[in-house]
């Protein structure tokens, strides 16, 4: 019997993965670094120094998938590659410690693209407390590659699998902003401010921490899919459903004005835009009233037993994932 | 006045390192996770639980550059990804621990090459005790493109500077076979034990932690660029010279055999081949009788003040670097 050949854009990431996870693997014994977490979180976590847990986490972004060198300079994909990683950290709740960075560059790429690059990238870290301690430069054949890996730390890390129906979903800023931005680029309309949000995005470092040293979310994670993936993503690990508000998803003035000069659906861009890295958290009911006091945590739902519903003027609709596929065909 | 306009290629890989290494930074407080060493070692160190210091660092393997899919199978290349990391580690005197891998895959690649680079990958990292804990998949537009980090224990990191002239030289094993294996591959001539030196090395993690253990290395790092170069990698970090012995460099029968067979020069190879991943490293004049008694470790010279020396029965002469660079124009 013949192999059937199966290109790998119709398995997807999430076969991938899900295969990846089922392989079996003897965790190794270290009595001072004990594997408390490994895959299917935004880091994986182990046990360190004091109450200090260690967080560790990669991403990667290519040329032509995740940027574009007419539109992003070099210090902006440096910047993007650093938060991104430190986005993963926040996600927890932790503080990012230190970076290790992998690029590959073709041999004929500028000097000043690359000087610019690590510029962005120092850059980020330093934003965020972090250091570049290490990496490996090779050549490239095609596009520019660039892999980051994070190590943070945090003494009560928060994870995607915690929550459960009856808990009020949070998200921490308005929603929409990158998707915006990046179609400004696209269009060349020029809207700095929201093409800055998508080149130059902000970890939320500072309230994931907070968060969790108050023990307020019962899940979170960092936005880099788009709420209607991210949710599900949140829901999946908690096996639960959601239903939000989509008077309640925020969006801010310049999303708003960019859509209607050209002609696009904000709550669309905001639902399914990605790459917002705000922090997506659930809590109990009884801690809700704290959240509520916080700046820039916005109540967008309730999570319930199955499903994903979102209630507007119009009733109560199931909404669908609008996300991005990596392997997707299209 | 107009900046000029320089590519890579003609900076080099130790221009963009000597550049970030001027670069300023912060290096972030953290009293549980003090960095010891940043980079221009074969891992950072960060001092962590007990006398339990973490090695961190990262490689990349890119398809044209480090390997090519119609010689390397998918586990040929997720070992070789695993196993060059761990080599760092082992570069140390550590024992990896856990890995994340980032892999960039063309959407129209074969989900059994997938499988089989995740296999090798695994496969590699039970061999060596570690685990796989996290990664991102993500699309490529152009080559496969994989980068593999690692996080790494010892009690006594063994750095690359801290040789001085009048330590004794040795290496863990025989040179040149991988660089035999890349020449049979390239030739199509079926020699598959050398073959698989180059497609599945095996990284010194048991020689490398029993030295460091005993505190016997002043300086040790792992080859991968050829003896030629790697001599001066340590001694540059060490600030000194080395002279080596031709007739004690350990060249196999089969790479002899080979060479023999090919029209080749087994000395050549050893000299400049690269990717053998043995350990070169230093010993103190008082220690050098422990190492003798030590299987594998072979002694092919001693450091000296300056300059670069090869004996053979032709006399003393100083040898070039015949080593890879990663930007060369070449």
Known sequence: MRRRSVPIRDW????LIGWLRRQRQRVPFSPAYRLLKGIGDDAAIIAGRGSGKLLVSCDALVEGVHFDRQRASGADVGW?????NISDIAAMGGRPLYLLVSVALPAGIERAWAQGFFRGLLAAARRY??????????????????????IGECARPVMRDGARAGDALFVTGTLGDSAAGLISLQRRSGVRALERHHLRPQPQVEIGHLLAAKGIPTA????SDGLSRDIRNLCDASRCGAQIQAGAIP?????????ARAGLDPLTLALHGGEDYRLLFAVSPRKVAVVTELEHCQRIGTLIEKGYYVQSEAGIEPFGEGAWSHFAAE
Chains 1, 2 share one sequence.
Do not use: Y
């Open 80 to 84: 993007k590659a650093g938060a991104v």
């Open 12 to 15: 997807g990431e999430r076969g």
């Open 129 to 150: 407390g972090a250091a570049v301690i290490g990496g490996d430069t090779v050549a490239s054949p095609g596009p520019v590659f660039v892999d980051v890996a994070v």
């Open 251 to 259: 969006i801010s003035r310049s999303v708003r004005r960019f859509c």
């Open 220 to 223: 979170m994670l960092d936005m």
